[in-house]
């Protein structure tokens, strides 16, 4: 059981993280810190569940059962924080969700005050780590605070299922898929977890052992539909992201070939080496240096190479927008080869040339243009056209 429910722990933890790896950026969005705390009350919650954990506590406080409150109070925060986290989610005006937000925590607080003073009032000298619920399910006090927790996730997790429904007929896309997973997660809690503890402790009510359903299956079913909810929530902002970022190292990778090309030309000093680094940020400092020495080799474009690199595209079959690409990637690649020719005066600083050459990637924004020059600059040393057009210009 502790392996399961630190697991899952440990993965809420991960995604807390993903969500906000700058935590003072993430304080001034309502949004990210609802999901935030969220999460990681839901890792807290599991963390405090676990035997090993409940063990711990007991035996640092020296209050037998002493985890029992404390577990049940993060359950009621964790309860209390998805229904913060779907208010602030759905929006609305700012008056309004401000009070209903309000009373969810005032909620809170009086079920967790209620279930800390049964728990001090109730007589429980047994260390339980497994089965509290339902060894203590007929002790005054802890009966009640037993109940109580119980009936307070219940309602949450109801007055969740009624919002997700609503919200979902009116939206589409991402956000549509997230409150079906979050309708799924709450789901599988209230059937594993909330009808398992319910029905093992009136079992006890009534004379019966149904133990294993709290002890065994209501763990997992928690831990699984606290990750499907947890999903449902970090999906639709992380993925998103993630796209971006994997967009970001795809363009990071294409341009390697024009990268290498004209490296040695960039005069933008290179960031201190990071691996934590994003590849949005490894991509916005490679467009900007390759920007540079592009810029940098302008005067050394030479006309008659991208002349003749164009023509014989063109007889290659290719549309006039392929062969200007490939035009492109000729003159860069025999500027750039003059320009590091230690025997060979480089021509970039020459201020003549009303008439010089304008890169199309160096004059529209994104990498599109530059990843296109790329992948044509990665097929002419494969063609040996660049030393061909190279030659038959030198030679017109």
Same mark, same amino acid.
């Given at each position: 059981?502790?392996?399961?429910?630190?697991?899952?722990?440990?993965?809420?933890?991960?995604?807390?993280?993903?969500?906000?790896?700058?935590?003072?950026?993430?304080?001034?969005?309502?949004?990210?810190?609802?999901?935030?705390?969220?999460?990681?009350?839901?890792?807290?919650?599991?963390?405090?569940?676990?035997?090993?954990?409940?063990?711990?506590?007991?035996?640092?406080?020296?209050?037998?059962?002493?985890?029992?409150?404390?577990?049940?109070?993060?359950?009621?925060?964790?309860?209390?924080?998805?229904?913060?986290?779907?208010?602030?989610?759905?929006?609305?005006?700012?008056?309004?969700?401000?009070?209903?937000?309000?009373?969810?925590?005032?909620?809170?607080?009086?079920?967790?005050?209620?279930?800390?003073?049964?728990?001090?009032?109730?007589?429980?000298?047994?260390?339980?780590?497994?089965?509290?619920?339902?060894?203590?399910?007929?002790?005054?006090?802890?009966?009640?605070?037993?109940?109580?927790?119980?009936?307070?996730?219940?309602?949450?997790?109801?007055?969740?299922?009624?919002?997700?429904?609503?919200?979902?007929?009116?939206?589409?896309?991402?956000?549509?898929?997230?409150?079906?997973?979050?309708?799924?997660?709450?789901?599988?809690?209230?059937?594993g977890f909330e009808f398992g503890k319910i029905t093992a402790v009136v079992a006890r009510w009534t004379g019966h052992d149904l133990d294993f359903l709290s002890t065994d299956v209501a763990p997992p079913m928690a831990s699984l539909g606290a990750l499907i909810c947890s999903a449902g929530f970090v999906l639709p902002r992380l993925l998103p992201a993630a796209r971006?970022?994997?967009?970001?190292?795809?363009?990071?990778?294409?341009?390697?070939?024009?990268?290498?090309?004209?490296?040695?030309?960039?005069?933008?000093?290179?960031?201190?080496?990071?691996?934590?680094?994003?590849?949005?940020?490894?991509?916005?400092?490679?467009? #900007?240096?390759?920007?540079?020495?592009?810029?940098?080799?302008?005067?050394?474009?030479?006309?008659?190479?991208?002349?003749?690199?164009?023509?014989?595209a063109r007889a290659r079959g290719h549309t006039p927008e392929q062969a200007r690409v490939v035009c492109e990637a000729a003159m860069v690649v025999t500027a750039a080869r003059g320009a590091q020719d230690p025997g060979r005066e480089p021509a970039l600083d020459d201020p003549g040339g009303a008439d010089r050459y304008r890169l199309r990637a160096t004059a529209g924004?994104?990498?599109?243009?530059?990843?296109?020059?790329?992948?044509?600059?990665?097929?002419?040393? #494969?063609?040996?056209?660049?030393?061909?057009?190279?030659?038959?210009?030198?030679?017109?």
């Amino acid at each position: 059981m502790s392996f399961v429910v630190y697991s899952a722990a440990a993965l809420l933890a991960v995604s807390a993280v993903l969500l906000s790896p700058k935590p003072r950026a993430a304080l001034r969005n309502p949004l990210t810190a609802s999901t935030s705390a969220n999460l990681a009350l839901a890792a807290c919650c599991f963390t405090c569940s676990a035997p090993v954990t409940l063990s711990a506590v007991n035996a640092a406080t020296g209050v037998p059962n002493f985890g029992a409150p404390l577990t049940y109070s993060l359950i009621t925060a964790y309860s209390c924080s998805l229904l913060v986290l779907l208010i602030t989610w759905r929006g609305g005006s700012p008056a309004r969700v401000r009070r209903l937000v309000c009373r969810v925590i005032a909620g809170c607080a009086f079920l967790i005050t209620a279930i800390i003073v049964l728990f001090a009032l109730a007589d429980a000298p047994v260390e339980r780590l497994r089965d509290l619920d339902t060894y203590y399910s007929t002790t005054p006090g802890m009966r009640e605070m037993i109940a109580l927790y119980l009936l307070g996730h219940g309602v949450c997790a109801l007055i969740m299922c009624a919002v997700c429904l609503k919200w979902a007929r009116t939206v589409t896309g991402l956000l549509r898929r997230g409150l079906w997973l979050i309708l799924i997660g709450i789901v599988v809690d209230v059937v594993g977890f909330e009808f398992g503890k319910i029905t093992a402790v009136v079992a006890r009510w009534t004379g019966h052992d149904l133990d294993f359903l709290s002890t065994d299956v209501a763990p997992p079913m928690a831990s699984l539909g606290a990750l499907i909810c947890s999903a449902g929530f970090v999906l639709p902002r992380l993925l998103p992201a993630a796209r971006e970022q994997w967009r970001s190292l795809w363009d990071y990778r294409e341009l390697a070939p024009l990268w290498a090309a004209v490296r040695e030309l960039t005069t933008v000093p290179k960031p201190a080496p990071s691996w934590w680094q994003f590849p949005k940020a490894w991509l916005q400092w490679r467009e #900007l240096s390759i920007h540079d020495a592009l810029l940098q080799l302008t005067p050394a474009f030479d006309k008659s190479v991208g002349r003749a690199a164009y023509t014989a595209a063109r007889a290659r079959g290719h549309t006039p927008e392929q062969a200007r690409v490939v035009c492109e990637a000729a003159m860069v690649v025999t500027a750039a080869r003059g320009a590091q020719d230690p025997g060979r005066e480089p021509a970039l600083d020459d201020p003549g040339g009303a008439d010089r050459y304008r890169l199309r990637a160096t004059a529209g924004p994104g990498t599109g243009d530059l990843v296109q020059l790329a992948r044509a600059l990665r097929r002419l040393p #494969l063609t040996g056209e660049a030393n061909k057009v190279t030659v038959r210009a030198s030679q017109e």
